[in-house]
């Protein structure tokens, strides 16, 4: 048998020792109708070759990051991993230990948990952290509740810019602890339209940072709307994002979560992950899961042991602060790894990059025919608007070997047009010009080809693309007026060169088709809304008549 | 452990030097941007520390050498399952195709993983006789919750939500269980364990309800014990209205034997990390499927990896009833991958090899032991034994001496204070990997230290000495909180 190192000879003596016949002898208080008769009914056992053979052609079966270019992100991101990460966690000391209960035998995962705790205060810019969660949902989730029994309060607030899983978990986690759940609407601008949700009940107010669109949340704001209902701010912040950005603890949370996995952990369909969890040194007595602290032995000797143990569910019990036991150590130790191997300059430059290739990427895209939905700053990633549903171009994109993003359809109503894009610091040049190429393609082989407009995110220009593909561009700054009629549309710069375009799509359209009509200048009005409205003011709207056009012109 | 050659590492950050680093990262290869336009204001840099590659793998190995594995040695932690972790499951773990899966990914693109997921399901389906398994949740303890969180949605089906506030626990239970239940808004009430070892059926009798959500109960019990009247409690609680729940952390113990989606549970919890040898990695990550008999089906937690009409693999989503999702994406997959491939090695021959000599062993350390450590409980044990230590009191020796002076004799010790019931408790889990050498060895130890108990406590009240700290000073700190590195201390 694999694994099993009994001889026959073993058996018999050991069973001798024992003193009855056969191992069937054992088990004599497993009654006679609880016991299986028959083989269980599953497939013979492989070799090793075979097994590997197996498991290979499984895997075989999944296009990955290594066959495909990944820009998908939503939390889980394709992101470099250190050669040293996974040679120093496969070492059999660390991978075959158990949670280190007994110290003197556990020196060195201990000192490792402890330098993580160590790193990811630093990164979030709190007191202190714990040794680790599950993943990132459930540690905002057990935030929540640690607010909730902080604060004796049974609600907490959260905003629609946390991503929709997140929420999800939290729904599940409080629904059982009857602690409503309040939802700040988001989808508008992509940012939380005001915090007035926030009240005196709240335990705590829920952000993101980024947010699940890619924009940077204005936490300073969420403070001081905290501070006067008393709730505590609960901040769920992207650790790369983290190594660039003010810190969430300089800005104001009370409590940190996280997604550990950027840290030097693979995206394995999601799992294993890291749950990262941090918050003020007052509160270090509510916190849930294990932490590791430094004391001394009796020759006073440093040492490291897991601390605050009352808090823990196998003294506590029910008066526990949570039932977590096992978390998630190795990826904790993946995480320790990773941290040190990029250190301080590294985890500046992996962000560097990733807002280098993010603007690269949001230029190129826009040009391509896409429309960057939401106006502010984002880190690493951001929502496109497409001229058609954002899953079309997800699955075309996949049979040329793109992930291209999340369609955002599948998570909120009307938001079929919504593609959510990541870029990481891995993302070339090249990956990014190619996924542009193909993304206008896609578009351009779409029937619906009124995709005419189009601002660069640094918003210095307009892109004309034409039937053809050509796409031209104009200097924001220079122009004065653009006007859509149901032929043609023009735009007039301020030296007062115009230029008319004729597209297809609109003139086929038949004079007296007042339906087709009215549907095309619906979806092209409210293409150009999302760019225009600081530049543009629409002064004309009228589709039924004839000859009727749209203008858009500088306020 | 050996005696150590190398010095204890400093923390990392006292070997930080500015300017080096510890690995070869990419840089971005497009046009540089305004970073203060892009992003607006930026942090101070992050306090990590700088260190050259070859000092970082020195600072972890040295690090790893003085922490204790299976690979290290016997490990014979109980509750805990601590069997060898074959690597031909981190092999097939690492491979990209599995590795560099993103969770999002469009379904067509991951036929493969969707096979692994509903592979191991068929396979936890047929060992535990459940009618349903989901990988959703990620550990033992989350399992747990899980169940509970389904358990209330099936109450509140039937609208008996608000009168069923309570959740059962038996007093030897792991701490999980009354933690699991009050995470899950209930009451805990303790149901005593009678002299035999056995759950005491009459004061179960006398607090079962319908008041009564579930009862948890652990099969084989945290004694190491079968639960040998299974059928007639569930019974009892489901005369009641009430859910029983099977703790599914002693499964090693049953596979291939006995199933308990036969015993009567509606619902369990496993531990992939525990039976299906899916690495511990010193505290996670776990990985803890659950089973769950058909009436709590429409219940559990969304999205599910499934098949469809024709057999083909589906992740449905559209399930009104679910309590919800309970973790990130699909649980710990790559976990799901480990357990797949060592389910897929033993096959349908192997799998019951592993508890029959799960128990062989657990019995042989009893039967070698009982003169000097007798067991709580003097029935055959399952896969762990469960002795105690309470006569080395009058000695001055206690249970944890004894563990700690085992870890100067080169072992891992057993898991001491569980269950809370067992005065100086000594829970010793073999699991089926280790030889009888190995075992003779452990046993050879815990007779001499037991002869040392009584001869020369002070070896005992003095240990560890070999290791690179002794005993350290937990009140020191908690008094003290030191869990973050600062330099000036
Ligand atoms: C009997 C028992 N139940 C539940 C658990 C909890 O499992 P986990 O640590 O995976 O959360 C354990 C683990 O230690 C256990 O021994």
């Given at each position: 048998m694999p694994y099993i190192p009994h001889s026959e000879e073993d058996r018999k003596e050991m069973l001798k020792t024992i003193g009855v016949d056969r191992i069937e002898d054992l088990f004599v208080e497993i009654p006679d109708d609880l016991r299986l008769k028959a083989p269980l009914n599953v497939p013979e056992g492989l070799d090793e070759y075979k097994l590997f053979g197996h498991l290979n052609e499984l895997a075989s079966k999944n296009m990955s990051a290594s066959d495909a270019v990944c820009f998908l992100g939503a939390g889980i991101y394709d992101r470099y991993i250190p050669a040293v990460v996974g040679a120093l966690i496969s070492r059999g000391e660390f991978l075959?230990?158990?949670?280190?209960?007994?110290p003197e035998a556990s020196q060195g995962y201990l000192q490792t948990i402890y330098e993580f705790q160590t790193m990811v205060a630093e990164l979030y810019g709190m007191d202190l952290a714990n040794a680790s969660m599950y993943c990132g949902a459930t540690a905002m989730a057990e935030g929540a509740l640690m607010a909730c029994s902080i604060k004796r309060r049974s609600q907490v607030v959260v905003s629609e810019a946390v991503h929709p899983h997140y929420r999800q978990v939290l729904e599940t986690y409080c629904s059982p602890m009857d602690v409503e759940v309040k939802t700040i609407p988001a989808l508008a601008s992509g940012r939380e339209e005001s915090l007035d949700l926030v009240t005196e009940e709240a335990a705590c107010l829920i952000l993101q940072q980024p947010n699940f669109f890619g924009m940077i949340t204005d936490i300073k704001a969420a403070r001081e709307v905290c501070d006067r209902t008393g709730s505590l701010l609960l901040v769920s912040a992207d650790p790369t994002a983290a190594g660039l950005l003010p810190t969430p603890g300089e800005l104001g949370a009370d409590i940190v979560t996280g997604e550990g996995q950027p840290l030097g952990i693979p995206m394995g369909l999601g799992g294993p992950l890291l749950g990262l969890f941090a918050c003020r040194r007052e509160y270090a007595r509510q916190i849930p899961g294990r932490i590791v602290g430094r004391t001394h032995d009796e020759q006073g000797r440093l040492g490291y042991t897991m601390t605050l143990r009352t808090r823990e569910q196998d003294i506590r019990r029910e008066r526990a602060t949570s039932n977590i036991c096992t978390n998630e150590a190795l990826m904790a130790l993946a995480a320790t790894v990773y941290m040190s191997a990029v250190g301080k300059n590294g985890i500046r430059s992996v962000a560097e990059s990733t807002v280098q290739n993010t603007q690269y990427a949001i230029s190129r895209l826009t040009e391509a025919g896409a429309r960057i939905k939401y106006k502010g700053s984002v880190f690493g990633e951001f929502v496109l608007s497409l001229p058609i549903e954002a899953s079309q171009v997800r699955d075309e994109l996949h049979k040329r070997g793109i992930l291209a993003g999340l369609p955002l359809g599948e998570y909120f109503e009307g938001e079929e047009h919504s593609l959510l894009v990541a870029v990481t610091e891995i993302r070339t040049k090249d990956e990014i010009d190619w996924f542009a190429s193909e993304l206008a393609s896609v578009l351009d082989n779409e029937e619906n080809d009124l995709w005419l407009v189009g601002a660069s995110l640094d918003q210095s220009r307009v892109q004309v693309r034409q039937a053809d593909g050509h796409v031209d561009a104009r200097s924001v700054e220079t122009i004065e007026k653009v006007t859509v009629t149901k032929s043609n549309w023009s735009i007039k710069d301020q030296f007062g060169l115009e230029m008319q375009f004729t597209d297809g799509a609109l003139a086929e359209i038949h004079e007296e088709d007042t339906a087709g009509f009215e549907a095309v200048m619906a979806a092209l009005s409210k293409q150009l809304e999302g760019w225009d409205e600081e530049w543009y003011e629409k002064v004309v709207y009228p589709p039924f008549e004839k000859n009727a056009a749209v203008v858009f012109e500088r306020v | 452990m050996t005696t150590r050659t190398v010095p204890t590492p400093k923390p990392i950050f006292e070997k930080s030097r500015p300017g080096r680093i510890g690995c070869n990262i990419p840089v971005a290869d497009t046009p540089k941007v305004d970073l203060a336009a892009a992003v607006g204001e930026t942090r101070d840099s992050v306090a990590w520390p700088e260190i050259g590659e070859l000092d970082l793998v020195r600072h972890f190995t040295n690090l790893s050498q003085i922490n204790y594995g299976i690979d290290t040695g016997f490990y014979p932690l109980g509750s805990c399952t601590m069997k060898y972790n074959p690597r031909i499951n981190e092999q097939t773990a690492a491979l990209p195709g599995f590795?560099?899966?993103?969770?999002?990914?469009?379904?067509?693109?991951i036929p493969g993983a969707i096979e692994v997921m509903l592979g191991v399901q068929d396979f936890l389906k047929e060992i535990t006789g459940f009618d349903e398994i989901t990988m959703q949740p990620v550990a033992g303890a989350h399992g747990e919750l899980t169940c509970l969180m389904m358990i209330k949605a099936y109450h509140e089906s039937r609208g008996e939500g608000d009168q069923r506030n309570i959740v059962l626990v038996p007093d030897s239970a792991h701490g999980t269980n009354p933690a699991s239940a009050a995470r899950c808004g209930y009451k805990v009430k303790s149901v005593p364990t009678d002299a035999e070892g056995n759950t005491d059926i009459e004061a179960l009798r006398a607090v079962m309800d319908e008041t009564v959500a579930a009862f948890m109960v652990t099969n084989p019990s945290t004694l190491g014990l079968f639960e040998p009247h299974i059928k007639e409690i569930c019974d009892l609680v489901h005369e009641k209205g009430g859910q029983v729940f099977c703790d599914g952390a002693n499964m090693n113990a049953m596979v291939g034997v006995t199933r308990p989606g036969d015993h009567g549970f509606d619902c369990m919890h496993l531990n992939l990390h525990k039976t299906f040898s899916t690495p511990h990695g010193g505290g996670g990550p776990g990985c803890g499927a659950i089973g769950l008999q058909s009436h709590l089906e429409a219940f559990m937690p969304a999205p599910l990896v499934t098949r469809g009409a024709v057999g083909e693999p589906v992740l449905d989503d559209d399930r009104p009833q679910s309590i919800g999702r309970v973790s990130s994406f699909f649980g710990q997959f790559l976990m799901a991958v480990r357990a797949l491939t060592y389910l897929a090695a033993y096959g349908s021959d192997g799998l019951p090899e592993i508890a029959r000599h799960a128990v062989l062993n657990a019995n042989y350390i009893k039967a070698r032991l009982k003169d000097v450590l007798p067991p709580a409980h003097d029935r055959p044990c399952m896969h762990e034994c469960i002795l105690t230590a309470k006569e080395y009191k009058k000695y001055g020796v206690r249970a944890l001496d004894i563990s700690k002076r085992l870890i100067d004799l080169g072992f891992h010790p057993p898991t001491n204070y569980f269950p809370l019931i067992v005065p100086e408790c000594m829970m010793i889990e073999p699991t089926e990997t280790e030889s009888k050498e190995t075992l003779d060895e452990f046993c050879d130890a815990m007779i001499q230290i037991c002869t040392e108990a009584r001869e020369d406590h002070e070896l005992l009240i003095n240990a560890p000495q070999k290791q690179v700290v002794g005993r350290l000073n937990e009140a020191e700190a908690v008094k003290n909180l030191d869990v973050k590195w600062q330099a000036d201390r």
């Open positions: 075959t230990a158990y949670t280190p209960y007994q | 590795a560099r899966l993103h969770p999002m990914q469009p379904e067509e693109s």
